[in-house]
């Protein structure tokens, strides 16, 4: 089912940078990369899906209301805080009851140094509370913006399992990132991103025979011209 269609959407600043035209078909119940370098337009995009910004130009038609949990690439949370209580604030704005707190909490396995204060965290457990306050509610839309950014190995393959019991779900999910073969794994759909436009778009298989490629990267180098 369709649930989003954007057509010729663009939000460029004053600086002439931004997104500059993406057009597009989001369905339910898939996972969406964007992937693109830096600048490439991911994050704008990606504000302009979570209503935090307004396109200027082009039309994002929405099917069907979505609630969307949402997962920013550079949280500032107060750290003077513990775990807990950021969590118990972010919560209570979604009216999410302890019990799911609970269950976040210990899916990122944060539940045992809760009662820390989060300036004592590492980058990685930062934004493994990143993770887990983007897990609470229903929203069955899930938006997440580099959710690699500072996690290991371990926690990268955990991620990649949250993110398919998400679409187990039924729930959709869009997720942007430099790791080109983290989207190759994951991913059903791709868009990349280049100098604010969308310069391949597809199912991952569709985009690979269109391409003549084996992997995503040598999509990018061979469009990027590099
Ligand atoms: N608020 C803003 N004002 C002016 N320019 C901006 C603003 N936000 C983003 N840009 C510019 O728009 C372009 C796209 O930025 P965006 O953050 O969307 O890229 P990105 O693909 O997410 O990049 P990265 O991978 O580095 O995070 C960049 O050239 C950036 O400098």
Same mark, same amino acid.
């Given at each position: 089912? @369709?649930?989003?269609?954007? +057509?010729?959407?663009?939000?460029?600043?004053?600086?002439?940078?931004?997104?500059?035209?993406?057009?597009?078909? /989001? $369905?339910?119940?898939?996972?969406?990369?964007?992937?693109?370098?830096?600048?490439?337009? +991911?994050?704008?995009?990606?504000?302009?899906?979570?209503?935090?910004?307004?396109?200027?130009?082009?039309?994002?038609? %929405? $099917? +069907?209301?979505?609630?969307?949990?949402?997962?920013? &690439? &550079?949280? &500032?949370?107060?750290?003077? /805080?513990?775990?807990?209580?950021?969590?118990?604030?972010?919560? =209570?704005?979604?009216?999410?009851?302890?019990?799911?707190?609970?269950?976040?909490?210990?899916?990122?396995?944060? %539940?045992? #140094?809760?009662?820390?204060?989060?300036?004592?965290?590492?980058?990685?457990?930062?934004?493994?509370?990143?993770?887990?306050?983007?897990?609470?509610?229903?929203?069955?839309?899930? *938006? /997440?913006?580099?959710?690699?950014?500072?996690?290991?190995?371990?926690? @990268?393959?955990?991620?990649?399992?949250?993110?398919?019991?998400? +679409?187990?779900?039924?729930?959709?999910?869009?997720?942007?990132? $430099?790791?080109? =073969?983290?989207? !190759? !794994? *994951?991913? &059903?759909? @791709?868009?990349?991103?280049?100098?604010?436009? *969308?310069? #391949?778009?597809?199912?991952?298989?569709? @985009?690979?025979?269109?391409?003549?490629?084996?992997?995503?990267?040598?999509? %990018?180098?061979?469009?990027?011209? /590099?």
């Amino acid at each position: 089912m @369709i649930l989003l269609e954007a +057509k010729n959407v663009a939000n460029v600043y004053d600086n002439d940078r931004g997104l500059k035209e993406a057009t597009f078909t /989001l $369905h339910s119940g898939r996972i969406l990369a964007l992937v693109g370098g830096n600048g490439a337009g +991911k994050s704008t995009l990606i504000r302009l899906l979570t209503g935090q910004e307004k396109q200027k130009s082009g039309e994002m038609i %929405w $099917h +069907k209301p979505q609630a969307i949990r949402y997962m920013p &690439d &550079d949280v &500032d949370f107060p750290t003077m /805080l513990t775990a807990a209580e950021i969590l118990e604030l972010l919560a =209570s704005l979604k009216q999410v009851d302890k019990y799911e707190q609970e269950h976040v909490l210990k899916r990122v396995s944060l %539940w045992d #140094v809760r009662r820390q204060q989060a300036k004592q965290f590492s980058k990685g457990m930062l934004q493994r509370l990143n993770l887990a306050q983007s897990l609470l509610g229903s929203g069955s839309l899930l *938006i /997440l913006d580099e959710p690699t950014n500072g996690l290991d190995p371990f926690w @990268i393959a955990q991620l990649k399992n949250m993110m398919l019991e998400e +679409k187990e779900k039924g729930n959709t999910v869009i997720f942007s990132t $430099h790791l080109l =073969s983290f989207a !190759e !794994e *994951i991913a &059903d759909d @791709i868009l990349v991103l280049h100098e604010g436009k *969308i310069i #391949v778009s597809g199912t991952i298989t569709n @985009i690979f025979l269109q391409e003549d490629a084996t992997s995503l990267e040598e999509i %990018w180098l061979k469009r990027i011209n /590099l």
